[in-house]
């Protein structure tokens, strides 16, 4: 007897019956191969292939999003430079326009002095010439008060006529 017919015969092996049951276990397997692990399998690509996709789908959108927050960034620091260049182009609006309401108002003080010299002026004149108006009446009365005579039209203008040259001189 061989050694392995002994080992056979002390565990109790039957040789047909483990033969059939190899076949059975055989078959058995090849059902579960084809109708559960392969379609679990196909599942677990599927599920795989998905899990890959949505990572480089998630990939692709941070990458996106990346760009999109650059851009938004330089949209941001563009509209600050617009910004200050239009806070900057407002206030040389607003210093031009100053100047330009000072000068008008210089122009104006400057219009205005010279009205007023203009009338102070005039108002000198006429008071010169009512001051030798009434000098002049003066010495026409003084005049006949100290010859005692009435004086003609003529006295009158020649009187006037020589007051109003010395005063003239003067």
């Given at each position: 007897m061989s050694q392995i017919q002994q080992v056979a015969q002390t565990f109790g092996v039957d040789w047909v019956h483990l033969g059939a049951q190899s076949i059975s276990f055989g078959i058995v397997c090849l059902v579960l191969y084809k109708l559960a692990y392969g379609p679990i399998l196909k599942m677990l690509e599927t599920?795989?292939?998905q899990i890959a996709a949505g990572l480089a789908n998630a990939a692709k959108i941070k990458a996106e999003l990346e760009s999109i927050e650059k851009q938004r960034l330089d949209v941001l620091a563009k509209a600050g430079d617009e910004g200050r260049?239009?806070?900057?182009?407002?206030?040389?609006a607003a210093a031009r326009v100053g100047a330009e309401e000072r000068r008008k108002a210089t122009a104006e003080a400057a219009q205005i002095v010279a009205r007023a010299r203009e009338a102070a002026e005039q108002e000198r004149a006429r008071m010169i010439a009512e001051v030798r108006h009434q000098v002049g009446k003066l010495v026409i009365q003084t005049a006949a008060s100290v010859t005692g005579k009435i004086l003609?039209?003529?006295?009158?203008?020649?009187?006037?006529?020589?007051?109003?040259?010395?005063?003239?001189v003067q």
């Open positions: 599920r795989r292939q260049q239009l806070v900057e182009d407002a206030r040389q003609t039209a003529e006295d009158h203008r020649r009187l006037a006529e020589e007051t109003a040259n010395r005063l003239a």
